[in-house]
């Protein structure tokens, strides 16, 4: 992904690509978005009457610098719940900048959206949370210290993260989890920049801290979403045991193939998951 835009420039991107998600998916954007992380990205399959536009038309939105990778936003339903699917996000530790999902974010607000998912790949930290674990975020650890929001004006910028993971989406998700008869853990998670892996000793630290996964993801986009008065749900799909919990080596290979090896069912729960939305009275109107 290329460097984000800020100020006058981002603002400006973010006019049009309301503009251009209005005149493309319709006037009243969804209730709910959803992130797709590594591993979850099969959950596209489970929208209907699907629209898909790319990255490449919404100047907010992250533009993917390499070509053929997939950078598009796709709306449709997911049984009774109308939804967008992001497919592709920036992480911190292309740019160095902590901001990259500001302005697709800020657009989805401004669009009609209430809830955004997110979903991603973690490490676990701990020993009941094998790989191919599916963990709901109750909560996180900032590890660096970064805000998406620094430098930013205005006294909203000092914004409460004291329930940032919405608690009526966490029942929910226990709720789906029960119904489907799967298990679903719940923990912290801690966000590590990367792009490195993190060492054993970093690692036990931040299980000391209560930490339960770790990546190098979400924690900004929580922040941007709660900022921009969005309601949070956060999906972990656990792919490794953290640095020193396993003898197993750290590669990004091993990420993607335990994803790969998980995917369907991550997918299979995020679609119930996200059919089960449209029964919340909190999302009308
Ligand atoms: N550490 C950081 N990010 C990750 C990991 C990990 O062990 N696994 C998947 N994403």
């Not at 697709?104 to 991603?120: D, E, F, P, Q």
Request: charged share 15%.
């Amino acid at each position: 992904m290329s460097m984000p835009l800020h100020g006058a420039e981002l603002d400006a991107a973010i006019t049009t690509s309301i503009a251009t998600l209005k005149a493309t998916f319709g006037e009243q954007g969804p209730e709910v978005a959803v992130v797709l992380g590594s591993g979850w990205a099969g959950a596209v399959d489970q929208l209907q009457d699907a629209k898909h536009l790319p990255y490449a038309q919404l100047p907010a939105f992250p533009q993917p610098k390499v070509e053929g990778h997939v950078a598009e936003i796709a709306v449709g339903r997911v049984g009774q719940q109308r939804v967008a699917m992001l497919r592709g996000r920036a992480h911190t530790y292309e740019s160095g900048d902590c901001t990259g999902m500001a302005g697709a974010i800020r657009s989805l607000k401004a669009w009609g959206v209430k809830v955004l998912v997110l979903t991603n790949a973690s490490g676990s930290l701990r020993s009941h949370q094998p790989p191919g674990s599916l963990m709901l975020i109750s909560d996180h650890i900032n590890a660096p210290q970064r805000s998406p929001l620094t430098g930013l004006p205005g006294s909203d910028r000092f914004c409460d993260m004291s329930v940032a993971y919405d608690a009526e989406l966490r029942q929910q998700g226990f709720k789906v989890a029960r119904d489907l008869n799967m298990v679903l853990t719940e923990g912290v998670y801690v966000w590590a920049v990367g792009p490195h892996f993190e060492t054993p000793a970093e690692i036990r630290m931040f299980a000391a801290w209560g930490a339960d996964a770790v990546g190098m993801s979400t924690v900004p986009e929580t922040i941007l979403a709660r900022h921009a008065g969005l309601r949070v749900a956060g999906l972990a799909l656990i792919t490794n045991m953290a640095a020193g919990m396993s003898d197993e080596a750290l590669t990004h290979a091993l990420t993607l193939q335990q994803a790969k090896a998980s995917g369907e069912r991550a997918a299979a729960f995020l679609g119930q998951y996200l059919a089960s939305l449209a029964t919340l009275a909190s999302l009308k109107g």
